[in-house]
């Protein structure tokens, strides 16, 4: 029986699969990092776990976090080298944007060309999907805060939480109990979650599903809302935040 469909990314197997995109989905898996994203009323965080794989490399170089623009943030899960194509892919897309409409792109818009651009690496022979998951964060004028996913597939949906990498599940799980928690009586739609509240509810779930006391070198914390732009926060900030969390169990 030919294999075909299990080394060509174009070629689909009889299942309907395209074993190419979930083998890239398994690497993603495999890099070992858990991210966890959350929408709150104005605001949106991101939290990763920050693994430095030599005692000997410099901390400062690694990060799992970017930015596109001032405002718009991205969590960037997966192959090192493959994240940073698909960055460098956006930021130029968001400038090319800006520089013809003289505004800033919005985040869905941006979602839209960067899934578009994922996607057609399913299509020719000769390339293989990006091994990358690609969660984009900002605040719209119109439509109030974002959250975006584009995976290897080009598929791209907003979300108001989820969570990426191992044990991801548990997140989802996790985060399904803060989103109900915190909805809006008026309008389920909606969140009541402050700044504060979002950032900490995000580290409690990553804290809760790795079952780990975290401090402040093991996390990286980006967070954009209406009145500031996308920013790491400080490992003194992350420490003040994990102290209060610790203080409220």
């Known amino acids: ?15 309907g699969k395209l074993y190419q995109i979930e083998y890239a989905l398994k690497s993603i898996q495999n890099q070992g990092i858990l991210g966890i994203c959350l929408r709150g009323k104005d605001t949106v965080c991101t939290v ?3 693994k430095v794989p030599d005692k000997l490399l410099d901390p400062s170089c690694i990060t799992n976090m970017y930015n596109i623009t001032p405002n ?3 969590l960037a899960i997966g192959s090192v080298p493959d994240c940073k194509v698909v960055i460098t892919q ?27 651009k994922a996607q057609i690496f399913t299509q020719h022979a000769g390339v293989r999907p990006l091994g990358t998951v690609i969660h984009l964060l ?9 959250l975006w996913k584009i995976d290897p597939s080009g598929h791209y949906f907003g979300w108001k939480a989820l969570a990426t990498g191992p044990k991801d599940q548990e997140g989802m799980n996790a985060l399904e109990k803060v ?54 926060l400080s490992a003194a900030e992350i420490d003040d935040h994990l102290t209060a969390i610790h203080e409220q169990d």
């Open 1 to 15: 029986m030919s294999r075909n469909h299990d080394r060509q990314i174009t070629i689909f197997s009889p299942e």
């Open 48 to 50: 990763a776990q920050r």
């Open 72 to 74: 718009i943030g991205c």
């Open 90 to 116: 956006a930021r130029q897309i968001a400038a090319k944007f800006k520089d013809q409409n003289g505004y800033e792109i919005p985040v869905h818009f941006l979602a839209s060309k960067v899934g578009k």
């Open 138 to 146: 900002g605040v719209d004028d119109e439509k109030g805060p974002q």
């Open 179 to 232: 989103v109900k928690n915190a909805e809006s009586s008026t309008n389920p739609h909606e969140t009541t979650l402050t700044k504060e509240q979002t950032i900490r509810k995000c580290m409690d779930v990553l804290c809760q599903v790795l079952a780990q006391d975290l401090k402040a070198q093991d996390l990286e914390v980006g967070v954009v809302s209406e009145n500031d732009p996308f920013r790491l």
